[in-house]
């Protein structure tokens, strides 16, 4: 006799009621959850996540898949591992190397049942590839996907640029440049026809000649410093992809000498620990209320439930770069 058909004797309950218990359900009586529940304490009765799958259609695990980990990463990953805990999901962790084939692995694995669902975070397949892949379990994207293709909540980046723009012109500054993420993101595309709109609408230099791009780690940061300090013209401002490429370039502004922010103002984005701790004024990317807007997408189609999302907006940080 099985454990699970021992635990139906001992209990007196039939099947469908110790499942519930099993799997958590609600609707199970007190008094039937206590029982139930003492009997498998008694036989050490480890609950088979396949037999829960048979039962509910459900792992009860959802998949993300990203790259790689930073603190922007993990800031997201963290929230959406607290949000679906309290829905009693678990989270398997993808990370690809921007690998296509090992990528493609997690999308087997929700065709083949063995996650409910998917939060890709960044993937270089593409979209339209991964989007047939929806047939098989919901999928939400943090990385934006064009249009008809994969859900994501990602917020246009161009609002937040505005943000920065504004608040560089308020103060005086008038040739910007750019160091900007990957050139084909739709990301890098909504800030760079942000900037150039803004600049025109003020009548202010567009510096396409100063745009540079793949400029992510504060590695990369010190590098696009150096060639800024390479030009005929230092700007007078500079916008980054992240606040690691603008701690680059604040650690390579001070290496040559170059005065923060009397003849370089330097703005980040997405308000990590490290921008705080250094001074470097950036836009504050409420990137865990996205976490939470991920999973409550996914829940709508798990659960069968609509959880109402709020809006949300970048904020500008203001601090000693600027």
Not at 30 to 45: C, D, F, G, S, V
Not at 108 to 130: A, H, Q
Request: hydrophobic residues 40%.
């Amino acid at each position: 006799m099985s454990k699970f058909d021992e635990i139906m004797k001992l209990s007196g309950y039939s099947k469908a009621t110790v499942s519930r218990v099993i799997n958590h359900s609600p609707h199970v009586s007190p008094e039937a959850r206590q029982k139930i529940t003492e009997i498998m304490k008694q036989l050490h009765y480890i609950p088979n996540r396949n037999a829960i799958s048979l039962s509910t259609g459900q792992t009860k695990q959802i998949g993300i898949v990203t790259s790689a980990t930073n603190e922007i990463i993990l800031a997201f990953m963290n929230q959406f591992i607290d949000t679906a805990m309290d829905y009693e999901f678990q989270v398997l962790i993808y990370t690809t190397r921007d690998d296509a084939e090992i990528e493609l692995q997690a999308f087997e694995d929700l065709r083949s049942k063995r996650v409910d669902g998917l939060v890709i975070m960044t993937c270089v397949n593409p979209p339209e590839k991964l989007k047939a892949y929806c047939e098989y379990g919901p999928i939400v994207s943090w990385q934006r996907m064009g249009q008809d293709e994969i859900p994501s909540v990602a917020m246009d980046q161009a609002e937040g640029y505005r943000l920065a723009l504004e608040h560089l012109v308020s103060k005086g500054y008038t040739r910007i440049a750019n160091a900007f993420g990957r050139a084909e993101s739709l990301n890098t595309q909504s800030r760079r026809e942000a900037y150039e709109s803004f600049m025109e609408e003020k009548g202010l230099p567009v510096m396409r000649d100063a745009y540079q791009y793949s400029v992510f780690t504060s590695t990369d940061g010190e590098q696009a410093m150096r060639r800024m300090a390479q030009a005929p013209v230092l700007p007078q401002a500079v916008l980054c992809s992240n606040d690691y490429a603008a701690i680059g370039i604040l650690c390579e502004a001070r290496n040559q000498h170059i005065q923060v922010p009397e003849q370089l103002a330097i703005v980040g984005f997405d308000d990590i620990e490290l921008s705080r701790v250094l001074g470097i004024t950036t836009i504050h990317n409420p990137i865990a209320e996205q976490a939470t807007q991920a999973f409550h997408q996914l829940w709508a189609v798990l659960g069968k439930q609509e959880l109402q999302s709020e809006r949300l907006c970048y904020e500008l940080i203001e601090r000693e770069t600027t």
